[in-house]
């Protein structure tokens, strides 16, 4: 069975879902004959790689497939993601600033200013009245605020760690080995990813997490499972790119 293209997952997933191309471009906002292409594995009206890769994700995840996994494929089949522009290659000088000379203090003026201040103090003193004496502000002294003595945060308990391929309580452990190279895309019960790339032919990789774990395959029939040590055997056919979510019972 030949391995399916990242337009035709694309295709396959929206007509499953019962969603027409219409309606795909309402729910992301990129025209009808963009997802068209993009079915058809054509990339040319994107614009460019990066629009490209944005088409996908958003794609995807109307569908209902998981849109960083294409986006790794796509990344994968043209050239790798796209490597980050220095700051310094961007922006250049183009002239110099030129510094003013910097002059000392004019003690000529600061003579004039100091006389005139004491001719008006001398005029209101004389004039007004005025006494001697300046009243400062009542300012109400600030309350001091009692240092928190700090908590020493409380020691860890050690856990023994479990056993390779033993799941501890509430814990699933899953083992994947690979017959063929095939993509695999994990994440845990948050989302959170564990682990996203080709598995290599031959490898064997376990990954452990709370509650379940999700794997996409690229190739279902090229690799088997293994979970909390019972043996599950070929998620699917050779070629198939399939979705499998593994709990701490059976799945």
Known sequence: ?????????????????GLSVAQVSAATRIREPIIHRLEQDDYEECGGDFYA????????????LDPDALVHLYDQQHG???????????????????????????????????LAVVVVIGLVRVFGGASDQVRTADVEPVPAVPEVPRKHPAKETKRRPAAAGQAGPRQVV????????????????DGRPLFAGDLKAGTVSTWRAQREVALLFGDAGAVSVQV???DMGKPG???????????????
């Open 174 to 189: 899953v083992r994947v080995k690979a017959k063929r190279t095939s993509y695999v895309h994990v994440r845990d019960a």
């Open 53 to 64: 890769r944005g088409h996908v994700k958003a794609v995807a995840k109307a569908v209902g």
């Open 228 to 230: 909390n040590g019972k």
């Open 80 to 114: 790798g993601a796209p490597q980050p522009v220095r700051a310094a290659s961007v922006f250049q000088a183009d002239r110099r600033v030129t510094m003013r000379e910097r002059r000392g203090p004019n003690w000529s003026m600061a003579l004039v200013a100091a």
């Open 237 to 251: 056919d050779r070629g198939e790119i399939i979705r499998r979510t593994y709990g701490v019972s059976a799945p």
């Open 1 to 17: 069975m030949q391995e399916q293209s990242i337009g035709g997952m694309l295709r396959s997933a929206r007509e499953a879902a």
